[in-house]
């Protein structure tokens, strides 16, 4: 400790409370002995060890969904640098439908919890109400009081659409069941900014599906006159719609440009190779865990949403229409 302290030029009684959890330091110092510690390579063990559940439905964690099990991973990896121990916990539609109790909190063990993806919003009132620490990790409800941290969908959503724009695309679709999350409902209002900025008619037949109401992947139904451009809700969806779309025939981009949103491992296996919004998973990650931290030792703190901005990756499925 007193390696660290002499480093950090602090006290070695700041050094013990970092380690120990107390509420006499800030969440920052705690990071900055904690990061020392592991950067010189040092073990410790803390008096106090926090326990904090991680709540998602079992759509989020599918083999080919690979968004919020990056997100998972990093949240494993670094909840030591913490002192945090996560507990998982796929919670079914019908138990959120009927508000019960998730397993891990049946014990009163847990000291917080990180709602991942998106479970229903009286499911989430419901543990609320419980008063426990909650964050929510890529989605939000209004009136629910819990930190969410989210990516601007919506902003880099009206980017890349207007990519597709610059390129002279006006028959522009949207792959995506808008109903499933509000991460997809702020990909698709970004999409309709871009056309209504540009004096550009909404075709409703270009809004196509990739899931059902129960999130079961679909056969993609084409309108009867193809769009020349496709913003996709996601890579795995923009993967899908490539695959169709030479089924019948058509060549990406010649005929018909695509766009991703996430920059999956699907924008790499493509051919062609996606153009996508690249979501920095790893911060997301790392912000929830010193939020959840935050929120642990500070139960008063203000509530806050916290938005992460993507990156818009220009690849090989775009071309100017000729």
Known sequence: MQDIANKLNVSKVTVSKAFNNSNDISVSMRENVLKTANDLGYNYISAKRFMVGVLTSSIFLEKDESFYTKIYKTLTEDSNMYNLQLLLNVVSDSDQESLKLPYILESGNVDALIIMGQLRREFVKYLIELDIPILLMDFYYRGVKADSIISNNYQASYEITSHLIDYGHKNIGFLGNIKTTTSIQDRYLGYVKALLENNIELNSSYLMKDRDEEQNFIKIKFPNN?????????????????????????????????????????????????????????????????????????????????????????????????
Not at 252 to 269: E, H
Not at 281 to 296: E, G, H, P, Y
Request: proline letters at 4%; charged letters at 30%.
């Open 226 to 322: 193809l769009p020349t451009a496709y913003v996709c809700n996601n890579d795995h969806a923009a993967y899908m719609l490539i695959d169709e779309l030479k089924k019948l025939g058509y060549k990406v981009p010649n005929d018909i440009s695509v766009v991703g949103f996430d920059d999956l491992y699907y924008s790499d296996y493509s051919v062609p190779k996606l153009t996508t919004v690249r979501v920095d998973r790893q911060d997301m990650a790392k912000m929830a865990l010193r939020r959840i931290l935050k929120r642990i030792i500070e139960k008063d703190v203000e509530i806050k949403r916290f938005v992460i901005n993507p990156q818009c990756i220009y690849r090989d499925s775009v071309s100017k229409i000729k």
